[in-house]
């Protein structure tokens, strides 16, 4: 079981960037598809973005060219670059294990972090 902690959210202007951090613990880190997962107030949690354990990604339509997703198998850490925020970005961020194929988590989640875009 991979344990998850998010970091690196915050309110930021629209137009900016931020970046999210998720640390992973466990040996098996690297053998995982990664994703990240937001929920909107109010909104049911839905997929962002995901990296499978050989580097290949894939993007909610909204995001792409905006958000970059990595991971650094050394660190056991995935991260998400995520430049020309807008308001509708706002969302409580999540990252997970994931199903590459259909893209679902699989794992428990964490605590989340905040991204709040002003406008």
């Known amino acids: 079981q991979v344990q998850l902690v998010e970091s690196g959210g915050g309110l930021v202007q629209a137009g900016g960037s931020l970046r999210l951090s998720c640390a992973a613990s466990?040996?098996?880190?690297?053998?995982?598809?990664m994703g990240w997962f937001r929920q909107a107030p109010g909104k049911e949690r839905q997929f962002v973005a995901t990296?499978?354990?050989?580097?290949?990604?894939y993007y909610t339509d909204s995001v792409k060219g905006r958000f970059t997703i990595s991971r650094d198998n050394a660190k056991n850490t995935v991260y998400l670059q995520m430049n020309s925020l807008k308001p509708e970005d706002t969302a409580v961020y999540y990252c997970?294990?994931?199903?590459?194929?259909?893209?679902?988590?699989?794992?428990?989640w964490g605590q989340g972090t905040q991204v709040t875009v002003s406008s």
């Open positions: 466990g040996r098996t880190f690297s053998r995982y598809a």
């Open positions: 997970n294990t994931v199903d590459f194929n259909n893209r679902r988590a699989i794992g428990s």
């Open positions: 990296i499978s354990w050989g580097g290949s990604t």
